[in-house]
T-cell receptor, first 113, second 115 residues
């Protein structure tokens, strides 16, 4: 069965510092991995995805994520955090050959000025 | 503007009173889905649809029904709502590519309270 874990409920980082939001997954087959961001009282917005190929994926707003097959991880990163990056971040996985998505429980990112 | 719309945005109802939450997308997407978001549980998929007249259960389908009679619409039906269905509901849609559905576009959400 598919599963996704976001081990941190909250991540605090100072503005200008690099940030990492962690995600690990478990699927039987090939994973398609996604990151979404949710601002207060809004729907989720797509940030980036991994399908195949290059393990480093670049997305919107300067975010990137690194796919690590051996560690079954897909951590979200940004070199320099902005206060406006403060939001709730969700990792999601869909196993190849299926049409069901599994989301993590979310990580609240707080960027401190 | 490409978008997913949901109505109503807020709904307070009583136990057992049937309700429908509508979802519509204008992007000609084949794949549509419903999720509920609960604190500490993240998003959980209720039902999804790969195309017109093709639907399947997600992880938490109990107490919900869906139908997909038109490509653009995917209503969520609660025939006899109960308090444990109080939640924030999201509809989403996606293109169905060669590898299947990919990134989803989400609606603004419907906050449902069942008393």
């Amino acid at each position: 069965a598919q599963s996704v874990a976001q081990p941190e409920d909250q991540v605090n980082v100072a503005e200008g510092n690099p940030l990492t939001v962690k995600c690990t997954y478990s699927v039987s087959g090939n994973p398609y991995l996604f990151w979404y961001v949710q601002y207060p009282n809004r729907g989720l917005q797509f940030l980036l995805k991994y399908i195949t190929g290059d393990n480093l994926v670049k997305g919107s707003y300067g975010f990137e994520a690194e796919f690590n097959k051996s560690q079954t991880s897909f951590h979200l990163k940004k070199p320099s955090a902005l206060v406006s990056d403060s939001a709730l971040y969700f990792c999601a996985v869909r196993e190849g050959g299926t049409y069901k998505y599994i989301f993590g429980t979310g990580t609240r990112l707080k960027v401190l000025a | 503007e490409a978008q997913v719309t949901q109505n109503p945005r807020y709904l307070i109802t009583v136990t057992g009173k049937k309700l429908t939450v509508t979802c519509s997308q204008n992007m000609n997407h084949e794949y549509m889905s419903w999720y509920r978001q609960d604190p500490g549980l993240g998003l959980r998929q209720i039902y999804y649809s790969m195309n017109v007249e093709v639907t399947d259960k997600g992880d938490v389908p109990e107490g919900y029904k869906v139908s997909r009679k038109e490509k653009r619409n995917f209503p969520l039906i609660l025939e006899s709502p109960s308090p444990n269905q109080t939640s924030l509901y999201f509809c989403a849609s996606s293109l169905f590519e060669s590898r299947g559905p990919m990134e989803q576009y989400f609606g603004p959400g419907t906050r449902l309270t069942v008393t």
